[in-house]
């Protein structure tokens, strides 16, 4: 940790060209820093659009049609009942 610390920008440079680092704390490992792939990006993406739309389902907002969305999806699609 120390060194990645002290080299943090130089640690950086290098993670943008494609190098992977694993952080240790005590010989124990703590972390990971390597580049954000375009699967990482888009996954990012992807989560981010499930929060808003999650967002919106539970705040009580009625549709056109009438609808009150006040829960998560699972529970829109929970079949037991």
């Not at 494609?18 to 124990?28: C, L, S």
């Not at 989560?47 to 009625?62: H, K, L």
Request: aromatic share 8%; hydrophobic share 35%.
């Amino acid at each position: 940790m120390r060194d990645a610390n002290q080299g943090f920008s130089k640690l950086i440079a290098r993670v943008e060209r494609g190098e992977k680092f694993i952080v240790t704390k005590n010989k124990r490992e703590v972390a990971r820093i390597e580049p954000m792939g375009v699967d990482n990006v888009e996954a990012a993406r992807r989560r981010a659009a499930w929060a808003r739309i999650e967002q919106f389902m539970c705040a009580d907002r009625r549709s056109i049609d009438g609808w009150t969305y006040k829960s998560r999806r699972e529970e829109l699609h929970d079949r037991s009942v």
